[in-house]
């Protein structure tokens, strides 16, 4: 089964760091490319970064830029984002979600993961 | 960035009928856009990619049009099960997202 499960949430303080991991199965995760969605309660979704499938090509949301940073790990078949200087805004459910059309950038989204709930309170 | 200006934002109908959900761009962005059904508690489902390539498994009765700027999603009868938020997302760069419309039961 194709499958996305990320781990990681949880609460911190502003100013604090979170590190979430998004582990892959069913599917050569080395051969796709991903990304990070997120969305705040009661929101609608919001696209946060991108890598490609062999890493060397990464995208972010200018709300993140400079504070997040998206990372990958083939052989283990994990995905990372990496968050810190976190602020009250930055809560929300994040979902890793696989790349589906194959064209260089994040395009549409066909493997989702359950989320990951991240809550930036003091 | 592209703003995506989806309508309604809520509407309500009844089992059978048709449905429709229209999604404007701020500016062209071709055929560069997809339809996804999020349901309470559960995370996103691609329907739609490329504004009117329906997603394998995907029942017919959900379809998309258009191209350009002007962008329409239908349910030709809706169902109980599709109860939902639908969003548009387009994927000129940078990637947004419509800002949803929760479906319900009449």
């Known amino acids: 089964e194709v499958q996305l499960v990320e781990s990681g949430g949880g609460l911190v303080q502003p100013g604090g760091s979170l590190r979430l991991s998004c582990a892959a199965s069913?599917?050569?995760?080395?051969?796709?490319?991903m990304n990070w969605v997120r969305q705040a309660p009661g929101k609608g979704l919001e696209w946060v970064s991108y890598i490609s499938s062999s890493g060397s090509t990464i995208y972010y949301a200018d709300s993140v830029k400079g504070r997040f940073t998206i990372s990958r790990d083939n052989a283990k078949n994990s995905l990372y984002l990496q968050m810190n200087s976190l602020r009250a805004e930055d809560t929300a459910v994040y979902y890793c979600?696989?790349?589906?059309?194959?064209?260089?950038?994040?395009?549409?989204?066909?493997?989702w993961g359950q989320g990951t709930m991240v809550t930036v309170s003091s | 960035d592209i703003q995506m200006t989806q309508s309604p934002s809520s509407l309500s109908a009844s089992v059978g009928d048709r449905v429709t959900i229209t999604c404007q761009a701020s500016?062209?962005?071709?055929?560069?856009l997809n339809w996804y059904q999020q349901k309470p508690g559960k995370a996103p489902k691609l329907l739609i990619y490329?504004?009117?390539n329906l997603e394998t498994g995907v029942p017919s009765r959900f379809s998309g049009s258009g191209s350009g700027t002007d962008f329409t999603f239908t349910i030709s009868s809706l169902q109980p099960e599709d109860i939902a938020t639908y969003y548009c997302?387009?994927?000129?760069?940078?990637?947004?997202f419509g800002g949803g419309t929760k479906v319900e039961i009449k």
């Open positions: 500016q062209d962005i071709s055929n560069y």
């Open positions: 979600a696989r790349d589906f059309l194959m064209i260089v950038g994040p395009d549409a989204f066909d493997i």
């Open positions: 069913g599917f050569t995760f080395s051969s796709y490319e």
């Open positions: 490329d504004a009117s």
């Open positions: 997302q387009q994927y000129d760069t940078p990637l947004t």
